[in-house]
């Protein structure tokens, strides 16, 4: 039986996540943790009966025992109760799949217990790769990624050598205004910026593939998940999402890996690797598709990857900046409080004004992030 725990249980990731625990019958989730969301997580424990629940705030306690009150279970809340979730001695892997720079500190704890991670949070290493990936190898931990795209590549990589890999070929949807001028997208409306082409998404992460931010996040994380430098990623838009990534060679050979858009392929396959497991979702039928096309990204409309390629070449503190800009710029736009172009407008500003500092802490990490949301306030 292997033992999981789900760090952001109610999110996108984590309710597939649960999917595949569902249709799996050899998992148990020894832990939850969840936000605000108490309506479903009381549906979670009740499905899967974990031993430890955390949630993000005190108050939320007595409201999660009121809907669960014939259930056994240890609550806790808050970023306290995140680490001990992360840290459970009885669970194998952590799936870390809270939003933004939250999980750092539980990401970092559940590696020095010894736990593997199955990283759904990109801002984790975008923020601190060059802390995690040392401290996953001092501690013989496995970093088994979330993000299709990573997936995909990690999925290349199998079996090969490390030092033969020439580049890396990111693909990118181009996400639901791919082909829009600046011009084109000045009244862009939040509802608009949510119907993504391909993907089911959380609202965030459905908002950063709109600006094209999230594939610079993607392009930073490639950078320590894999060894490279950041100019060894290359973004390629392959619209139909059939293509998730693929891994050029030094022979000139590309290995890549394909598939219908589904989340739940990536997670099950972190969950067991090296394993591959039978998975009842669509398959790609080549005889029925019309074509896979490619361009190259529109980094002059789409400010957000050029801008995010600025930050990983510059490193220390400024993908940091990079990122916290844009998880608050992105905040007020779900609020109707900003324009969409003005969430990489937000990001080039902080780029600008925030003290770069070479080689940060977890403290300075999150201390430029207070930095970056005084600036912006």
Same mark, same amino acid.
């Given at each position: 039986?292997?033992?999981?725990?789900?760090?952001?249980?109610t999110?996108?990731i984590?309710?597939?996540?649960?999917?595949?625990?569902?249709?799996?019958?050899?998992?148990?989730?020894?832990?939850?943790?969840?936000?605000?969301?108490?309506?479903?997580?009381a549906?979670q424990?009740?499905?899967?009966?974990?031993?430890?629940?955390c949630?993000? @705030?005190?108050? *939320?306690?007595? +409201?999660?025992? $009121? /809907? =669960?009150p014939?259930?056994?279970y240890?609550?806790?809340?808050?970023?306290?109760?995140?680490?001990r979730?992360?840290?459970?001695?009885?669970?194998?892997?952590?799936?870390?799949?809270?939003?933004?720079?939250?999980?750092?500190?539980?990401?970092?704890?559940?590696?020095?217990?010894?736990h593997?991670?199955a990283?759904?949070?990109?801002?984790?290493?975008?923020?601190?790769?060059?802390?995690?990936?040392?401290?996953?190898k001092e501690?013989n931990?496995?970093?088994?990624?979330?993000?299709?795209?990573?997936?995909?590549?990690?999925?290349?990589?199998?079996? @090969?050598?490390? *030092?033969?890999? +020439?580049?890396? $070929? /990111? =693909?990118?949807?181009g996400?639901?205004?791919?082909?829009?001028?600046?011009?084109?997208?000045?009244?862009?409306?939040?509802?608009?910026a949510?119907?993504?082409p391909?993907?089911?998404?959380?609202?965030?992460?459905?908002?950063?593939?709109?600006?094209?931010?999230?594939?610079?996040?993607?392009?930073?994380?490639?950078?320590?998940?894999?060894?490279?430098?950041?100019?060894?990623?290359?973004?390629?838009?392959?619209?139909?999402?059939?293509?998730?990534?693929?891994?050029?060679?030094?022979?000139g050979?590309?290995i890549?890996?394909?598939g219908?858009p589904?989340?739940?392929?990536?997670?099950?396959?972190?969950l067991?690797?090296?394993?591959?497991?039978f998975m009842n979702t669509?398959?790609?039928?080549?005889?029925?598709?019309?074509g896979?096309?490619?361009?190259?990204?529109?980094?002059?409309?789409?400010?957000?990857l050029?801008?995010?390629?600025?930050?990983?070449?510059?490193?220390g503190?400024m993908?940091?900046?990079f990122?916290?800009?844009?998880?608050?710029?992105?905040?007020?736009?779900?609020?109707?409080?900003?324009?969409?172009?003005?969430?990489?407008d937000m990001?080039?500003?902080?780029m600008?004004?925030?003290?770069?500092?070479?080689n940060?802490d977890v403290e300075?990490?999150?201390?430029?992030?207070?930095?970056v949301?005084?600036?912006?306030?």
């Amino acid at each position: 039986m292997k033992k999981i725990s789900v760090l952001g249980s109610t999110g996108s990731i984590g309710t597939q996540t649960l999917d595949v625990v569902r249709n799996n019958k050899d998992i148990e989730v020894v832990a939850l943790a969840a936000g605000r969301n108490i309506n479903a997580l009381a549906e979670q424990i009740r499905e899967f009966s974990p031993k430890l629940v955390c949630v993000a @705030e005190e108050k *939320s306690v007595s +409201e999660l025992k $009121l /809907l =669960t009150p014939d259930l056994r279970y240890e609550i806790c809340f808050g970023m306290e109760g995140l680490v001990r979730a992360a840290t459970m001695a009885e669970a194998q892997i952590v799936v870390t799949a809270v939003v933004g720079m939250l999980g750092i500190v539980p990401t970092v704890e559940a590696i020095k217990t010894g736990h593997d991670i199955a990283l759904a949070n990109k801002e984790t290493l975008v923020t601190a790769g060059h802390m995690i990936m040392p401290l996953a190898k001092e501690h013989n931990v496995r970093i088994l990624p979330v993000d299709s795209e990573h997936s995909a590549i990690f999925q290349s990589l199998n079996g @090969e050598d490390a *030092s033969s890999v +020439e580049k890396i $070929l /990111l =693909t990118a949807s181009g996400g639901p205004f791919r082909g829009r001028t600046r011009a084109q997208m000045q009244n862009v409306r939040v509802e608009d910026a949510l119907k993504h082409p391909n993907w089911s998404m959380g609202r965030k992460i459905t908002i950063d593939s709109a600006t094209m931010v999230n594939k610079g996040l993607e392009v930073m994380e490639a950078k320590w998940l894999f060894g490279v430098d950041i100019d060894d990623v290359q973004v390629v838009v392959q619209p139909q999402s059939v293509i998730h990534s693929m891994v050029q060679f030094v022979d000139g050979s590309i290995i890549a890996q394909l598939g219908c858009p589904d989340m739940r392929l990536p997670i099950q396959y972190a969950l067991y690797y090296p394993e591959r497991r039978f998975m009842n979702t669509e398959r790609l039928d080549f005889a029925r598709l019309a074509g896979i096309t490619f361009e190259s990204p529109d980094t002059e409309n789409f400010r957000g990857l050029s801008l995010a390629c600025e930050a990983g070449r510059k490193g220390g503190n400024m993908p940091t900046v990079f990122n916290a800009a844009n998880e608050y710029a992105v905040a007020r736009f779900l609020e109707g409080s900003i324009g969409f172009l003005e969430i990489t407008d937000m990001i080039e500003r902080a780029m600008s004004c925030i003290k770069y500092i070479d080689n940060p802490d977890v403290e300075q990490i999150l201390e430029t992030e207070r930095a970056v949301y005084g600036l912006l306030r």
